[in-house]
C-alpha cells in the first residue's frame, strides 16, 4: 500500500508540474493566486491551500487528465444489468477505464485539453460522487489513501511552483507519452532547473 500510495503520488505530481509548465496561462494564473494568498516571505503551509480555488481546480483537472491507474478496481456484478445498450450478465467482472472517461467529448468539452477552468465554480469532486471524474474509484472500495494523496499532490505543486522558477526543456513538457506500470507514468521523466523566485531570506530559515 505504501509502495502504491508514494507511486500515485509522485507519478501524479509529475504530470501536474508538466501540464501547468506547458500551460503558460495556467501557470501565470497558479503564480498569481499563490503570491497573493502566501507572499513571497515564508513557504506555503498546508492551511494555505483551502485559500487557492485555481490551485485545486487545476489539481482536479490533472486527476481528470492523467489518473494515476487507468481502470479502477474490479467489480462484480450481483445480476444482470444493461449498460448503454450493453447486456452485461450476473457474475460478470467490470473494469470501469477512467483514463477513456477522461478523453470522452460527450462527457467534456475539449476533453484532451487541459483547462482548470472547466472545474471553477463547479460542484464535481474527486471523492466517487460524480461518476465522470473517479479517479480514486467509488464506493465501499474508493481508494484508501485518496484524503493524504489529495493533500499530498496539493501541497507538492504548491511548494514547488510558489518557491521556484523552473526551466525545463520544450520537448520534454510538449512529449505527452505515458508508460503503463503500477501507475501511467510520464513516458519522458521532467527534468527541471529550479530557480528561487522569493526573498532570499526564506531559504535560509
Not at 507519478?11 to 503570491?35: A, C, F, H, Q
Not at 494555505?48 to 474490479?74: G, M, T, W
Not at 472547466?118 to 466517487?128: A, L, N, Q, T
Request: aromatic share 10%.
Amino acid at each position: 500500500m505504501f509502495i502504491a500510495g508514494t507511486e500515485t503520488t509522485s507519478s501524479t505530481v509529475e504530470w501536474g508540474m508538466t501540464e501547468i509548465l506547458r500551460n503558460p496561462n495556467v501557470y501565470k494564473k497558479v503564480l498569481m493566486e499563490l503570491d497573493q494568498v502566501v507572499g513571497n516571505d515564508r513557504f506555503v503551509e498546508e492551511r494555505d491551500i483551502s485559500n487557492l480555488p485555481y490551485l485545486q481546480a487545476a489539481v482536479k483537472e490533472v486527476f481528470r487528465l492523467h489518473p494515476a491507474v487507468p481502470l479502477i478496481v474490479p467489480r462484480r456484478t450481483n445480476e444482470a444489468c444493461e449498460v448503454s445498450g450493453y447486456h452485461i450478465p450476473k457474475d460478470c467482472i467490470v473494469f470501469v477505464n477512467v483514463w477513456g472517461m477522461a478523453r470522452d467529448h460527450t462527457i467534456w468539452e475539449e476533453p484532451c485539453e487541459f483547462k482548470p477552468e472547466r472545474f471553477i465554480g463547479s460542484s464535481v469532486d474527486v471523492k466517487g460522487q460524480d461518476f465522470n471524474l473517479m479517479p480514486f474509484g467509488t464506493g465501499k472500495r474508493i481508494c484508501v489513501g485518496m484524503p493524504l494523496g489529495q493533500r499530498m499532490v496539493h501541497f507538492y505543486l504548491a511548494a514547488l511552483l510558489h518557491a521556484f522558477e523552473w526551466e525545463c526543456s520544450l520537448e520534454i513538457l510538449d512529449s505527452l507519452e505515458e508508460k503503463v506500470g503500477l501507475t501511467i507514468e510520464k513516458g519522458k521523466s521532467l527534468v527541471g532547473i529550479p530557480k528561487p523566485r522569493l526573498s532570499p531570506s526564506v531559504y535560509l530559515q
